[in-house]
């Protein structure tokens, strides 16, 4: 499952929805009532930004449709872009092609950021003219390629003109980087990125709508030293280092691959990340690992992740679950939320609470809001009711079915009716096939 899919029902929400105090408003960033959750939720981000709170773990407790999943969002969007917040759901662990143990310490290690701060010595200016020199293919009598290229950069005070080689030429070519454009050249690596396109050449282009930053022509010299900070994960790092001739230069071309990585290259970026912490040029920010549904998680799962969170660097783990007591899989004790109590043990457990249909009716709407549909007053009531009679979440899913039955025009109760006989919700679609069943053996 993709992160836009599996968000994607929550888009309505922006944050937690407190005020300065962090006392929830019963209606604000997308939230609606479940204070006391939301309330409790604000501390835990109060406390991870303040660094207080690496190591622990967090149990979100409620039934199915209360708003676990739309809490944890709000506070991955309150904890802000830099903070790592790593989402996954309990059966993935099982899906993928790499050993469990293995995905979930890149799991973990994606859940832990490394804010880097670093000096380097950058070209960087507006091209004013750009030339590339091709020369004959070798082999290839009908092809030329780029052999090397001649830019002229230029600030507000002054103008360099460079000859640069033919791996220059060519990341202009593939970044299609022109006169124009402000880029910025990595001295020690020969790596161009390109920061945007110059005001004047926005206007001369005379676009209506343009995704490209625009900017000012800098001023200063041409070369300098800049500084440069960003964040990266664990897991970037151990990316890098397990790719010969990857450096942190590199990191400014983002780049993804999901392979094994040895447990040396894992140790030797631990040790390279606590001398930059050392010397003061990097600072480690632990991030959260949200564990959703994580009623899937079997015993040696929970043994190896309890074993994580007492290392030296761990994200803070939340979870969530709408099972009450129930087996630990993987073993035939049963305990709350099928969690092993040593687990437990180290748990702070936040409730969600079943929804008013008040609450519901708000959520209802924000959701619809948030997907431009019109509802009729009579519609909406009776989608309220099909929550509470099954659940939130089964109320919400029907939406855009009925909004498509309704040919984008405002739903009326006839249309969430049809979709409700189209879509079955969990429960009757339960009770359909046991009584098939009965009807096959006996009938
Ligand atoms: N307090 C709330 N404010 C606004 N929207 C909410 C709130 N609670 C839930 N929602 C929305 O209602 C829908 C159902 O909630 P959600 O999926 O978070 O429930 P859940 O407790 O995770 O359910 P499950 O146990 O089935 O996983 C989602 O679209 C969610 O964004
Ligand atoms: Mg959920």
């Known amino acids: 499952m993709k992160e836009w899919e599996r968000i994607s029902a929550h888009s ?35 406390m991870i930004k303040e660094g207080k709170f690496a190591g622990n ?34 059966s993935e662990i099982y899906s993928t092609e790499i050993k469990k ?40 009598p009908y092809q030329k390629i780029p052999a090397s290229a001649t830019v002229t950069l230029k600030t507000r005070d002054e103008k360099k003109r460079l000859k640069m080689d033919q791996s220059f030429a060519m990341q202009i070519l593939q970044q299609g980087i022109e006169g124009g454009d402000i880029i910025q050249i990595d001295v020690d690596s020969g790596r161009v990125v390109k920061v945007g396109i110059s005001k004047d050449a926005a206007e001369k282009k005379g ?55 040895g447990e040396d290259v894992r140790k030797r970026v631990d040790e390279e990340v606590k001398e930059l912490v050392e010397e003061g040029r990097a600072e480690l920010i632990p991030g959260v690992l949200f564990i959703d549904e994580c009623s899937m998680l079997d015993i040696e799962t929970y043994a190896f992740l309890n074993k994580a969170m007492e290392q030296e660097l761990s994200p803070i783990v939340i979870f969530a679950t709408n099972r009450g007591i129930t087996t630990v899989r993987g ?67 029907l939406l855009v079915p009925a909004w498509e039955v309704a040919n984008k025009n405002e739903i009326k109760k006839e249309h969430i009716e049809r979709v409700y006989k189209l879509f079955s919700d969990v429960k009757r679609s339960v009770d359909y096939l046991q009584k098939m069943e009965k009807e096959m053996i006996y009938g």
Do not use: C, W
Request: proline share 3%; charged share 30%; aromatic share 6%.
């Open 207 to 261: 676009y209506d709508l343009s995704y490209e930053r625009v900017l000012d022509t800098p001023s200063g010299p041409i070369v300098k030293e800049k500084e440069f900070i960003y964040t990266l994960t664990l897991n970037d790092l151990d990316m890098m280092r397990s790719r010969s001739g990857m450096d942190i230069a590199s990191l400014l071309f983002g780049f993804s691959e999901r392979k094994e990585i």
């Open 101 to 140: 143990t293995e995905f979930l310490t890149q799991t973990l290690r994606r859940a832990i950021g490394v804010r880097i701060h670093e000096m380097r010595k950058i070209y960087e200016g507006k091209i004013e003219s750009l030339d590339i020199d091709y020369v004959q293919h070798p082999y290839n």
């Open 331 to 397: 073993t035939d004790i049963k305990s709350p939320f099928g969690m092993p109590l040593d687990l437990l043990d180290r748990l702070l457990v936040i409730t969600t609470k079943k929804y008013s249909s008040e609450d519901m009716r708000d959520i209802i709407l924000a959701r619809a809001s948030k997907e431009n549909i019109k509802i009729s007053d009579d519609a909406l009531n009776y989608l309220v009711e099909i929550g509470e009679n099954s659940s939130l979440r089964y109320a919400v899913q």
């Open 57 to 90: 773990a967090i149990l979100i407790a409620g039934p199915p449709g209360s708003g676990k999943t739309a809490l944890a969002i709000g506070i991955a969007k309150e904890l802000g872009k830099d903070v790592p917040f790593v989402h996954i759901a309990g």
């Open 12 to 46: 309505h929400i922006l944050g937690l929805g407190l005020d300065e105090n962090y006392k929830a408003l019963r209606k604000a960033d997308g939230m609606v009532g479940q204070t006391e959750a939301r309330e409790a939720a604000g501390i835990v981000v109060k």
